[in-house]
T-cell receptor, first 116, second 116 residues
Framework: AQKITQTQPGMFVQEKEAVTLDCTYDTSDPSYGLFWYKQPSSGEMIFLIYQGSYDQQNATEGRYSLNFQKARKSANLVISASQLGDSAMYFCAMREVSGGSYIPTFGRGTSLIVHP | GAGVSQSPSNKVTEKGKDVELRCDPISGHTALYWYRQSLGQGLEFLIYFQGNSAPDKSGLPSDRFSAERTGGSVSTLTIQRTQQEDSAVYLC??????????????FGSGTRLTVV
């Protein structure tokens, strides 16, 4: 079974509108962490936001927020007021302990295209 | 350095040759990861180093792949007898803590390996 599932291969959004990128996860580790990364066409991986499993509030970072629904094992990324520069691949990742190692596992990604 | 440095940025090699990819993590970062990203795909975990502990090699796809980390800093990923299916972008990431935390994992720009 996949540990991180991103069901949207591609998403389109109009500039200045909000968009939600879905991510579900599966783990038995009670102390896990969730991350979102942006990968523009240049290839670099840019860290966006982090949510710890014990955090009571949803993480926010500027125009990015993480809609964390622990019972549903869901960690959706919300981008408000989309900009053309937001066009990129977005990866959800989870860090859990496995055999004493803390290894982040990444989803397959969602390609976001922002239209003017 | 200020970021994670990887070299070379591009490498073209003939099938059957050995290649070495280098990663210089952020100074003081104890955790170091190697990932592989094939065209249009997510990130595939290869190997993880944490401080002076034995590395977690559970993601290495075959015994042609090996990696070492000298002095807890620079890491080298070696691929012996390269095959065409080894063509991919090899990404290195480092973190100040094994749990990632609020600052996530910092990635290098990657090495694009092409086996011809």
């Amino acid at each position: 079974a996949q540990k991180i599932t991103q069901t949207q291969p591609g998403m389109f959004v109009q500039e200045k509108e909000a968009v939600t990128l879905d991510c579900t996860y599966d783990t038995s580790d009670p102390s896990y962490g969730l991350f979102w990364y942006k990968q523009p066409s240049s290839g670099e991986m840019i860290f966006l936001i982090y949510q710890g499993s014990y955090d009571q509030q949803n993480a926010t970072e500027g125009r990015y927020s993480l809609n964390f629904q622990k019972a549903r094992k869901s960690a959706n990324l919300v981008i408000s007021a989309s900009q053309l520069g937001d066009s990129a691949m977005y990866f959800c990742a989870m860090r859990e302990v496995s055999g004493g190692s803390y290894i982040p596992t990444f989803g397959r990604g969602t390609s976001l295209i922002v239209h003017p | 350095g200020a970021g994670v440095s990887q070299s070379p940025s591009n490498k073209v090699t003939e099938k059957g040759k050995d290649v070495e990819l280098r990663c210089d993590p952020i100074s003081g970062h104890t955790a170091l990861y190697w990932y592989r990203q094939s065209l249009g795909q997510g990130l595939e975990f290869l190997i993880y180093f944490q401080g002076n502990s034995a590395p977690d090699k559970s993601g290495l796809p075959s015994d042609r792949f090996s990696a070492e980390r000298t002095g807890g800093s620079v890491s080298t990923l070696t691929i012996q007898r390269t095959q065409q299916e080894d063509s991919a972008v090899y990404l290195c990431a480092s973190s100040s803590s094994r749990r990632g935390g609020d600052y996530g994992y910092t990635f290098g720009s990657g090495t694009r390996l092409t086996v011809v």
